[in-house]
């Protein structure tokens, strides 16, 4: 089974800041990487597909990058609506979600 | 629109057994992969089954023997039929679209719980 790590597990920001999370995953997964953003008592929301496409309609602040076993999702500019769960996912091999970032207000 | 229903949930005793309904709007489920994903109370998120167009299934271990998917292509409905729970099923499972998960159901609780 295809393991991926995400850290930091949790994180504090302010509005405008730089924030970078990273996966990993345990063997290569090509391209095969999404980014979900996730509020309380809400679903999953897509972000990233393919490790670097932006999904439509979401902001451009959001971007991924990586490859094989290293990714990253960055948001350029922190925004209030931004403060929720991040989680990787691969689905090179079956599917597999990181533990999750979250997002919190300092 | 496009979007996903997911009903079905609610409390049941350990060993019983429960069917989710996932009902698709706006595109068709036999047309794409159609996987259920679920979260207990807290926690992060936990792949449980997939189908594929071609009819294919497959699950997580954990789930393996006791979970069974299937769709009615007349209903546009996907399921997931949970025999012998055990109180590690409790969770909100969605149903979600693709292998990227590009759509997803508002979810539904299940507790497993005497």
């Known amino acids: 089974d295809v393991q991926m790590t995400q850290s930091p597990p949790a994180l504090s920001a302010s509005v405008g800041d730089r924030v970078t999370i990273t996966c990993r995953a345990s063997e290569s997964i090509g391209p095969w990487l999404a980014w979900y953003q996730q509020k309380p008592g809400k679903a999953p929301k897509l972000l990233i597909h393919q490790a670097s496409n932006l999904e439509s309609g979401v902001p451009s602040r959001f971007s991924g990058s990586g490859s094989g076993t290293e990714f990253t999702l960055t948001i350029s500019s922190l925004q209030p609506d931004d403060y929720a769960v991040y989680y990787c996912q691969q689905y090179n091999n079956f599917w597999t979600f990181g533990q999750g970032t979250k997002v919190e207000i300092k | 629109e496009v979007q996903l229903v997911e009903t079905g949930g609610g409390l049941i005793q350990p060993g019983g057994s429960l069917r989710l309904s996932c009902e698709a709007f706006?595109?068709?489920?036999?047309?794409?992969?159609m996987s259920w994903v679920r979260q207990a109370p807290g926690k992060g998120l936990e792949w449980v089954s997939v189908l594929y167009a071609t009819g294919n299934t497959y699950y997580a271990d954990p789930v393996k023997g006791r979970f069974t998917i299937s769709r009615d292509d007349s209903k546009n409905t996907l399921y997931l039929q949970m025999d012998s729970l055990r109180a590690d099923d409790t969770a909100v499972y969605f149903c979600a679209r693709q292998m990227h998960m590009d759509v997803w159901g508002h979810g539904t609780a299940v507790t497993v719980s005497s």
């Open positions: 706006g595109f068709r489920v036999d047309s794409t992969y």
